[in-house]
């Protein structure tokens, strides 16, 4: 079940927040969500949920063992198991056949592993289990002793399938106490309500119109670059978009959750585009990956290694495939570029080309991520970086451009930090004395209205992919 879906929308949706908004009881709360959330990862699923079980039981065990022994080497001891366990399942699902059968062409065998079923959401929800036996190994996080408790907190719905990664430690309060007011519910929907426009007016329109364009060895200049730019923009309105529908459900329950996206393209670099796309993710190998390993505080040739390592196991997180690795380590190389042979020229180069220059940096490296045959990534990279060697326009493209304008508008300003503008402009007349009395009637009206609006594109659209539904 994903939160596009008509089952999710009309049914699962306003009987839980419902019933969890009349209930007061936290004991009886956290049942309901907890029943809920197994409820709606089983459904896609069933068999799966058993490796969710068995990952957050060995970790249970493994932080009960951390918080009540004093001996470090025990302690450590308890902590690698529970990390190692819980990632041997993730490289199991999802790199095993990848590594046998790399492995097994390089040494000239004709052995073929088929790759199993990779479980829903497996990769975010390894990683928020780790979080929480690393962060109680560090004394950062509170042990939950309640073993359902840890449980609803790894398979809480909103953010189960597609994140944004939570750590424990920033919703424990909210497990064992949380308030619901209907200032929090109306918000929670507003929040919800943008993100399923992004995703179903947006993203999947983005996507419908990606497929008239020619394949890769036909494209064009224009069509190279529209391509890009539109698969881009259906993975930045798809993924953002599912994230603020997480938030808002997340607020409508009584949980704060983390922003995953900040406008990343308004970014100057691509330093500050990774701070601003997929925040979440960012902060999770920093804190447990790059600052484990050294960070910065090293020497240049040990944190060029670092940066190597922490992209190159981004890159691999989104998927079992050279593309991936690819992807991760060009913008690693980016980025490591930026902060060296580059540092002097950026502080004098203008913020509009370094805007501009970013944005091509990022789309290039949409090519990348997009497709896992080098040689359709070849022929597209030709066609935008190589004009002479095409043909500078297609039909195709001139197709796409004249029949949607108003969606091409839309994505490039709902790209822009609009949201926070609106947030600002009426804090500032709210401090300056003005009344903002008609703002929850807007907003009110905005939410319902994307809400129908996407409802009844879901009713007539047969394409809805959720493209990190596997990740």
């Keep these: 079940m994903v939160f596009s879906s008509l089952t999710f929308l009309c049914l699962f949706f306003p009987v839980v927040v419902g019933l969890h908004a009349l209930v007061k009881n936290i004991t009886v709360r956290n049942a309901l969500l907890l029943a809920a959330s197994l409820l709606f990862y089983a459904w896609g699923e069933p068999v799966w949920i058993v490796a969710m079980l068995f990952s957050t039981a060995v970790n249970y065990v493994c932080a009960r063992i951390i918080h009540r022994t004093k001996t470090p080497a025990r302690r450590k001891l308890a902590l690698v198991v529970g990390v190692l366990i819980s990632l041997s399942a993730l490289l199991y699902f999802k790199y095993a056949a990848f590594l046998v059968n790399n492995l097994c062409d390089l040494l000239g065998f004709g052995y073929r592993m088929t790759a199993p079923k990779l479980p829903i959401g497996i990769s975010f929800y390894t990683f928020q289990i780790i979080t929480y036996t690393v962060d109680v ?20 719905f909103p953010q189960l399938i597609a994140g944004p990664i939570v750590r424990y430690s920033d919703v424990a309060s909210a497990i064992g106490d949380r308030q619901v007011t209907r200032t929090a519910l109306g918000e929670g929907f507003f929040r919800f309500s943008l993100g399923l426009g992004k995703k179903v007016l947006l993203a999947n329109l983005c996507g419908e119109v990606l497929e008239l364009l020619p394949a890769a060895a036909d494209m064009s200049f224009c069509s190279g670059w529209l391509a890009a730019a539109l698969f881009l923009l259906q993975l930045y309105f798809d993924f953002s978009g599912y994230s603020e529908m997480a938030i808002g459900l997340g607020q409508m329950l009584g949980f704060k959750f983390l922003e995953n996206f900040d406008a990343p393209f308004v970014s100057k670099s691509i330093t500050e585009y990774w701070r601003r796309w997929h925040i979440s993710l960012g902060i999770f190998f920093r804190e447990y990956v790059y600052i484990p390993l050294g960070g910065s505080h090293v020497s240049t040739g040990r944190w060029i290694f670092n940066m190597a390592v922490v992209w190159g196991l981004t890159g691999i997180w989104h998927g079992a495939d050279w593309n991936y690795l690819l992807w991760g380590l060009y913008f690693g190389f980016l980025m490591v570029l930026e902060r060296t042979v580059l540092k002097g020229l950026l ?22 991520f997009h497709s896992s045959d080098f040689t359709e990534i070849g022929c597209q990279l030709r066609a935008m970086f190589v004009p002479w060697r095409v043909s500078f326009s297609d039909p195709y493209a001139l197709y796409v451009v004249k029949s949607n304008p108003l969606l091409l508008v839309a994505c490039v300003l709902c790209s822009l930090p609009l949201r926070k503008a609106a947030v600002a402009w009426f804090s500032r007349r709210k401090a300056a004395g003005h009344r ?3 703002r929850p009637y807007i907003k009110a009206l905005l939410a319902l209205g994307l809400t129908g609006l996407s409802v009844l594109f879901l009713v007539g659209q047969s394409f809805n992919p959720f493209l990190y539904f596997r990740f």
């Design 137 to 156: 190994y560090r004394k950062q996080a509170p042990l939950q002793r309640n073993p359902l408790w840890l449980l609803l907190y790894v398979s809480l």
């Design 347 to 368: 502080a004098h180069t203008p913020d509009l080309f370094k805007h501009l220059f970013t944005l091509i940096l990022a789309v290039a490296g949409s090519v990348i």
């Design 436 to 438: 903002n009395a008609l």
